[in-house]
């Protein structure tokens, strides 16, 4: 089994910036893509951000230019640089991943239990 878990969630005014953390653990062999989904109250799961072991990247529209996803794949680590942070990016964020154990042929997505980001006018 592999268990993902988020970090650096919190309370933010406006214009601040939070940068969060997701460690992936477990009989990992290796991991295809990571990133970023959020949700909001009453909407759908959105994806913020993801990044390829080949470290391609891509993002929603309305985060581009503020948010900067990166990778460390020799800690299976990935993580959520976000600046100029507006209250409509209030959600809870969660990590994905999509991961081949080592006594595994496939690969499979892992989520991580969600972390709370709040941006105060």
């Known amino acids: 089994q592999v268990q993902l878990v988020e970090s650096g969630g919190g309370l933010v005014q406006a214009g601040g910036s939070l940068r969060l953390s997701c460690a992936a653990s477990g009989s990992i062999r290796s991991i295809f893509v990571m990133g970023w989904y959020r949700q909001a109250p009453g909407k759908e799961r959105e994806l913020v951000a993801l990044?390829?072991?080949?470290?391609?990247?891509n993002y929603l529209d309305s985060v581009k230019g503020r948010f900067t996803i990166s990778r460390d794949n020799a800690k299976n680590t990935v993580y959520l640089q976000m600046n100029s942070l507006k209250p409509e990016d209030t959600a809870v964020y969660y990590c994905?991943?999509?991961?081949?154990?080592?006594?595994?042929?496939?690969?499979?997505?892992?989520w991580g239990q969600g972390t709370q980001v709040t941006v105060s006018s």
């Open positions: 990044i390829t072991s080949g470290v391609s990247t």
């Open positions: 994905k991943a999509v991961v081949r154990q080592m006594s595994d042929s496939n690969y499979r997505d892992y």
